[in-house]
């Protein structure tokens, strides 16, 4: 099992954007199925947005169609999380998410029981 560590977490203002990544402790960790969950305190943790890398298709949580997206370096060691358009609403831990071994063909899913490897999370809290 591999640690996931995010960065890029902390205050921004409504209507503001910010930009989250992940990267694994363990050296030459790569990974074509990854996603991006949320707790909201006082919630269930939640899936943001997935990603399957190697087919493109992505599935987008409730509250990320339209305004967040989700990408890999080139070297798909760093996943990022870009978001616009935030609202107080979006206030919570982030966590990203791999599956160590995942087929070509894996459709992508905001269920995270089927991820194998996560971060600790990192706080964005939207506020004015």
């Known amino acids: 099992q591999v640690t996931l560590v995010e960065s890029g977490g902390g205050s921004v203002q409504p209507g503001g954007s910010r930009r989250l990544s992940c990267a694994a402790s363990e050296a030459g960790y790569t990974s074509h199925c990854m996603a991006w969950f949320r707790q909201i305190a006082g919630k269930e943790r939640e899936g943001v947005i997935a990603?399957?890398?190697?087919?493109?298709?992505?599935e987008y949580g409730g509250s990320a169609a339209g305004r967040f997206s989700i990408s890999q370096d080139n070297f798909r060691r760093t996943l990022y999380l870009q978001m616009n358009g935030l609202t107080p609403e979006d206030t919570a831990m982030y966590f990203c998410?791999?599956?160590?071994?995942?087929?070509?063909?894996?459709?992508?899913?905001?269920?995270?029981?089927?991820?194998?490897?996560w971060g600790q999370g990192i706080q964005v809290t939207v506020s004015s």
């Open positions: 998410a791999a599956i160590s071994r995942c087929s070509n063909n894996w459709y992508p899913t905001l269920r995270g029981e089927q991820y194998t490897d």
């Open positions: 990603k399957n890398f190697r087919s493109g298709v992505v």
